[in-house]
Each structure stands twice: as C-alpha cells, then as structure tokens.
Nanobody
Framework: QVRLVESGGGLAQAGGSLRLSCSASGSFGRITTMGWYRQAPGKERELVASISSSGTPNYADSAKGRFAISRDNARNTVSLQMNSLKPEDTAVYYC??????????WGQGTQVTVSS
C-alpha cells in the first residue's frame, strides 16, 4: 500500500505564500505521476498541478505563474510552493501518487484558507 501524509496547510493572507509537502511511505513499487488536487466546498475535486517521474510539470490554468510543483524521487516526496495566494485558492488540498500496481492513491487532505 501507499500511505501519503501531507503537511504545510494553514491560513494565509491574500498575496501570501504557503508550501505543501507530501511524503509517500509503505510497500510499493514504482510511483509515476505525483500531484496536488483541491476541493472547495460545494465544488468537485480539481487538478492543481502534477509532475511526472522525469520531472515534467503540468499546471491548471489557475496555478500557472503562481504555483510551483517539485518532487524528490529518492525520497518519494512532492511539494507545492504556492505564491500570490488568492481567496479562491481556499480548499482542501489532496496529494496524489499514481503507483503502477495500486493505481491512484490519495492523502487525507490538508486545509488551505486564504483570507482577503
């Protein structure tokens, strides 16, 4: 199984920054894509950013130019640096790890709240 533990959420003011981190542990083979999704109240879960095992990032339009995703394959970690935060970034952020055998594995989520 793949166990994902997120950290770094919290409260920020508009224009501020937060950094989310996610660490994968357990017994598993190869993790391919890792990423971050978010879900705001009353809305569907949506992609924020993902990154391939070779380091190629993919961003939602809402994240381009403000967020940066990175990963450390040796440590099975993925991070999301969020700058220029907006109130509409408020959501629960979930870490994703796509493992070849187990498929998509999710963390429990971490709350990000941006005040205006």
């Amino acid at each position: 199984q793949v166990r994902l533990v997120e950290s770094g959420g919290g409260l920020a003011q508009a224009g501020g920054s937060l950094r989310l981190s996610c660490s994968a542990s357990g017994s598993f083979g190869r993790i391919t894509t890792m990423g971050w999704y978010r879900q705001a109240p009353g809305k569907e879960r949506e992609l924020v950013a993902s990154i391939s095992s070779s380091g190629t990032p993919n961003y939602a339009d809402s994240a381009k130019g403000r967020f940066a995703i990175s990963r450390d394959n040796a440590r099975n970690t993925v991070s999301l640096q969020m700058n220029s935060l907006k109130p509409e970034d408020t959501a629960v952020y979930y870490c994703l790890a796509r493992e070849l055998f187990y498929g998509d594995c999710w963390g429990q989520g971490t709350q990000v709240t941006v005040s205006s």
